[in-house]
């Protein structure tokens, strides 16, 4: 007996199966009520595209249903962005267009099963180039972090930058001191200072920038960072170093411990400013 065509749509780490009507991420089913559900669906065919708000309340009630349609949907729509982690005014994935109605933000992938084959296709219909659950990178991606108050990225993001400033200035301001302690370390102290002076000079604009952004809510400066990311990872990871210049005073092994440390924060900066395109603000819509 040929079985029925299944239709599954993704986008990130998430999966409407419009067959048995669940919502997942990660393949751990989400819960989610069937009228945010259904919205859910209707937005997912048409991404990219403006879903009137009377598009939907045809698709969930008929004519002679009588119900306060504006706050209900609102509450739909409330329900659904809690469970995908999303919020109105910094949307990742549902978009409000003020009067109008709303919009999917990311791509989607529909995957079509036939007879127990699955078809990959864009939402559109035009067949997927991508191969099915190909990760896009081994770094985190912004759907597979939790949703985290503003403040607390905000107030951990600054004191990176913070710290790092302070690195820059500290060596600056004793550069023959530290001149002296490459010259009975290396074989051509000469560049490693020239080096270290230069990326500190480079490294304070970039940090004086990440801290005024930060510290006025600028808009869009994840996906700023993220431009920025390949030329301050080879920054942060040379100054990951800097510990060895204390050695003398701490010893090898703990200069080695915290250089350990400072390797990993240039990926804590790219996570917390993705944490921040996601961190929940005031409710609204």
């Known amino acids: 007996m040929p079985q029925l065509a299944k239709k599954v749509f993704r986008f990130g780490a998430f999966e409407a199966d419009t067959a048995s009507g669940e ?61 995908l982690g999303d919020s109105a005014s910094n949307p990742r994935f549902i978009e409000t267009l003020a009067k109008r109605g709303y919009r999917f933000l990311p791509s989607v992938e529909l995957v079509t099963t036939h007879n127990g084959e699955s078809i990959p296709t864009s939402a559109g219909g035009t067949a997927s180039a991508q191969p099915e659950n190909q990760p896009t990178s081994f770094l985190t991606r912004p759907e597979d972090l939790p949703a985290v108050p503003h403040g607390y990225v905000r107030v951990l993001f600054l004191l990176i930058q913070v710290m790092y400033l302070s690195f820059y200035i500290a060596a600056l301001a004793r550069l023959s001191i530290v001149e002296d302690l490459l010259a009975k370390a290396l074989a051509w102290p000469a560049v490693a200072t020239a080096i270290l002076a230069v990326s500190a000079a480079i490294g304070i604009p970039v940090r004086l920038y990440l801290l005024s952004s930060v510290s006025f809510d ?63 603000p005031a409710p609204g819509n």
């Open 218 to 280: 600028a808009k869009g400066l994840g996906q700023k960072f993220l431009r920025l990311f390949p030329a301050t990872f080879v920054l942060d990871e040379l100054w990951a170093l800097s510990p060895f210049l204390l050695s003398p005073q701490i010893g090898s092994g703990l200069a080695l411990g915290v250089s350990a440390a400072l390797i990993y924060v240039p990926f804590a900066q790219r996570t917390l400013l993705l944490m921040r395109e996601r961190s929940t």
């Open 23 to 83: 919502l997942r991420k990660s393949g751990v089913r989400l819960k989610l009520q069937d009228q945010p559900f259904q919205v859910l669906l209707v937005l997912l065919e048409r991404p990219g595209e403006i879903v009137t708000r009377e598009e939907l309340r045809q698709k969930l009630w008929t004519a002679d249903t009588f119900v306060d349609f504006d706050h209900s949907l609102n509450t739909i729509i409330n329900k659904l962005r809690e469970v």
